[in-house]
């Protein structure tokens, strides 16, 4: 902790109702009281479920700073585990996702159940009776799912995930309805860093009024009928506070509920789609895969670090003060026709990604901001979009990013 | 005898390819998108996966998947001046070598090559090193780019925006 509670910081100072200072863009020790009071002390995203599907599967993430293996057990219980051996500190797993019966530290063999359990130790005998194997497992951070997202804590004393999420949940399942009527799964991620703030991508996924400047290129890429559907700045929408945080982001209210107006036409560029699925598939579920196959028509952001977002999952990981790493994780109809997959990936392959028609353009303004930040030590990062609106906000309100940034006073106050 | 000749003249030789990948950097390098559009087959394939390993593109998740229409689609993005990443983009270098070919038919070859690329912008170099995978056919005594498959060797990690071509 660097002697950080001897660090004074004026929370109220720094997060108003309709701004916030710029100190939080760039104050490497504000940084790392954010990985202690926020990351480690609140519910994480780590995994999708399906990606851990058998006992044994496991993958590796992070959780704030901290790397941490997500692992079915086996028993099939989901358990996330600090990657840190408990004799010397070697990670003892390296490998992004694979199935494993233990966990064996490189260094001196120690072994670990996928439980977390400590079971081998070489050469025990010469510690004698000072080996306590069972008060050295892996450390455990408390588990728990929603929807089928896997959220992990260091804190095993923060309110339930039910609790946490709240207000969140009816918007969770409405974004899982873009299974099309499969369970939803996981095609694979573009993976990439920019040099900024992590809470300047926080804030993105809940920002509509960049999106016509920023995406123009992207925008102009599109046929008609969709660049409409994208020019949502005119539109009905709106942006809620959700509590804890979290809030919403429609963008196109027609795509809010994916089971809904199944008789609307099929848009143009789902046409041919709809064609190859109906040589298999009834008429009803066409055009169920055919509406969900573009993603929902909004974001839901969860607090801290992942955001439902129309058709992926924006998962971010602070490395830095000055650095964050994207996943934009593809989503697919997990035993759904191939060709619907194929959409699917091909659309996330447009927008998303180091080379997509979106992403570099958001990170090119990430970036921008960042290095703005390091000027105007006394300004302020502005928030004030439809204030009158109250906890709902037009579509381009910046509400919120206010109710981000008032949760993360409240744990940076705790 | 005469028939092997005829066989022979019509494959296209390794240094042939070298020759045209070699261009095809130059132009890549100094972003004259338009004339590389003109080096590609209408029925090309531009790759660039996510998944160093895989070979099955269309069910895999990439960075680029770009058959005609989306290859010139990213080539009118890139120079619309409404891209502030295409705007900004690095400078690039890049070093095609080590051609291995993998295999010939009558007027085809399919090759295998290193590519290192040098980029710099804003006070930073960066490296990023690929395999490149390449087959090309001979079109009315033309070489054309029949499928490109780019192949970073991070491919699996985080990347940065790279707002020009590979």
Request: aromatic share 10%; proline share 4%.
């Amino acid at each position: 902790m660097n002697n950080l509670a001897s660090v004074h910081f004026d929370v109220d100072h720094l997060v108003k109702d309709d701004r916030v200072h710029t100190s939080l863009y760039r104050d490497p020790d504000l940084f790392a009281l954010e990985m202690e009071k926020i990351f480690n002390h609140t519910w994480v995203w780590v995994a999708h479920e399906s990606q851990i599907p058998e006992p044994g599967d496991f993958l590796t993430t992070y959780v704030g700073l901290q790397s941490v293996i997500v692992v079915r057990d086996s028993a099939g219980r989901i358990r996330v585990l600090l990657n840190r051996c408990r004799h010397r500190a070697a990670t003892v797993c390296e490998q992004t996702k694979g199935r494993a019966t233990t966990f064996v530290c490189p260094y001196h063999g120690w072994g670990y159940a996928r439980d977390g359990e400590l079971k081998g130790v070489p050469m025990a005998e010469s510690y004698g009776e000072d080996l306590d194997k069972q008060a050295l497992s892996l450390v455990p951070l408390r588990v728990d799912t929603y929807a089928g997202l896997v959220f992990a804590s260091f804190d095993h004393s923060v309110p339930s995930l039910d609790t946490f999420l709240g207000a969140a949940k009816p918007w969770i399942d409405l974004f899982m309805k873009q299974g099309g009527g499969y369970p939803v799964g996981i095609a694979g991620e573009h993976k990439f860093r920019f040099p900024g703030n992590w809470k300047i991508q926080l804030e993105n996924t809940t920002d509509a009024y960049h999106f016509p400047i920023v995406h123009r290129s992207f925008l102009n890429s599109l046929d008609a009928q969709a660049s409409d559907l994208f020019s949502f700045l005119d539109g009905d929408g709106f942006v809620e506070d959700l509590g804890n945080g979290h809030s919403v982001m429609v963008m196109i209210p027609e795509l809010v509920d994916l089971e809904a107006e199944l008789e609307a036409p099929v848009p143009d560029r789902f046409a041919q789609l709809a064609r190859e699925l109906s040589q298999e598939h009834d008429n009803a579920t066409v055009r169920r895969i055919v509406r969900a196959v573009g993603g929902s028509g909004f974001n839901v952001n969860l607090f801290p670090n992942l955001a439902c977002s129309m058709a992926f999952f924006r998962v971010l990981r602070p490395i830095n003060v000055a650095e964050t790493e994207i996943r934009h994780v593809a989503i697919e109809m997990a035993g759904g026709p191939a060709a619907a997959n194929r959409q699917r990936l091909r659309l996330h392959e447009l927008f998303q990604g180091p080379m997509g028609f979106g992403s570099p353009d958001d990170a090119e303004a990430w970036e921008r901001v960042q290095r703005g930040a390091q000027g105007g030590e006394d300004l302020w990062i502005m928030l004030n979009r439809d204030m009158a609106g109250g906890d709902r906000g037009n579509v381009s309100a910046e509400t919120g990013m206010r109710a981000a940034y008032q949760m993360w006073k409240r744990m940076m106050s705790a | 005898m005469e028939a092997d000749d005829v066989c022979v003249s019509a494959a296209i030789s390794i240094y042939e390819a070298a020759e045209f990948l070699w261009r095809e950097a130059d132009l890549l390098d100094h972003r004259a998108y338009e004339d590389w559009l003109e080096l590609w087959s209408p029925q090309g394939m531009y790759i660039v996966p996510t998944e160093y390993e895989t070979d099955a593109f269309e069910d895999s998740l990439n960075y680029v998947f770009d058959d005609d229409q989306l290859r010139r689609q990213r080539v009118a993005r890139l120079t619309s001046r409404y891209s502030i990443s295409a705007a900004s983009a690095a400078r690039t270098v890049r070093t095609v070598s080590r051609f291995v070919a993998k295999g010939t038919s009558a007027g085809g070859l399919q090759l295998r090559a290193a590519q290192h690329l040098i980029e710099y912008r804003r006070e930073i170099t960066r490296t990023l090193a690929a395999d490149l995978e390449v087959s090309l056919i001979s079109d009315a005594g033309e070489l054309k780019l029949a499928r490109k498959v780019v192949r970073l060797i991070n491919c699996d990690d985080a990347l940065h925006g790279i707002g020009y071509l590979l």
